[in-house]
């Protein structure tokens, strides 16, 4: 049974950090993962996709990156800014997505 | 339309009564997905539709919850009898062939069910 862990729960960090959200995945056998944001209230907005035979995808100031032997995924945001605040969730796509609980993320202006 | 409709985005009932929620997917998806989202937790799976296939309803939590997709577009969940642990945020999702495929899931807004 697949189960996603997500570390760290919660960040703060003053605006212009660079910072690493890590996702982790008991099941290897994954065919893509998925990271979206969460604002308050409101549904999840897909951020990058990264399939099984890929090793990191980018986005602006984004970059996740997935290692499926270890199972592990790296959201990496760059040069972080109060409008980033938000949850960040994983997903871990066989068939269907396995979510984490997410980090919640505030960025301080 | 051009995202993942879902309707009502907030329901209020009473314990015992019956609700439907509705999910409009993006045209073309048939990958469908229902999730649940209570206050302050990660998401449940509830089901998921692909094409013609037979759903996978291994997260319904109970005989009171089920689902359809007709006509491989529009889905309802319904929820029987409705108790107080039943508050959460349901949260549709879909995506053009599916996890297994490596596509992308888009989600739908949400609705917020409250039970009074």
């Known amino acids: 049974k697949q189960e996603v862990t997500q570390i760290p729960a919660a960040l703060s960090v003053p605006e212009g950090e660079n910072l690493v959200l890590n996702c982790s995945f008991t099941?290897?056998?994954?065919?893509?993962l998925q990271w979206f944001r969460q604002d308050p209230g409101k549904g999840l907005t897909s951020l990058l996709l990264?399939?099984?035979?890929?090793r990191e995808q980018t986005s602006g100031r984004l970059n996740a990156s997935l290692d499926k032997s270890s199972g592990r995924s790296t959201l990496y945001i760059a040069a972080s800014q109060p409008g980033d605040s938000a949850t960040y969730l994983c997903?871990?796509?066989?068939?269907?997505?396995?979510f984490g609980t997410g980090t919640r993320l505030k960025v301080l202006a | 339309g051009a995202g993942v409709s879902q309707s009502p985005s907030n329901k209020v009932t009473e314990k015992g009564k019956d609700v439907e929620l509705r999910c409009d997917p993006i045209?073309?998806?048939?990958?469908l997905y229902w999730y649940r989202q209570s206050l302050g937790q990660g998401l449940e799976f509830l089901i998921y539709?692909?094409?013609?296939?037979?759903?996978?309803k291994s997260g319904l939590p109970s005989d009171r919850f089920s689902a359809e997709r007709t006509g491989g577009s529009v889905s309802t969940l319904t929820i029987q009898r409705t108790q107080q642990e039943d508050s959460a945020v349901y949260l549709c999702?879909?995506?053009?062939?599916?996890?297994?495929?490596?596509?992308?899931?888009?989600f739908g807004q949400g609705t917020r069910l409250t039970v009074v």
């Open positions: 990264i399939q099984s035979s890929q």
């Open positions: 999702a879909s995506s053009s062939q599916g996890a297994g495929a490596g596509t992308e899931a888009f």
């Open positions: 997903g871990a796509g066989t068939y269907k997505y396995i």
């Open positions: 539709f692909q094409g013609n296939s037979a759903p996978d």
């Open positions: 099941d290897s056998a994954i065919y893509n």
């Open positions: 045209s073309g998806h048939t990958a």
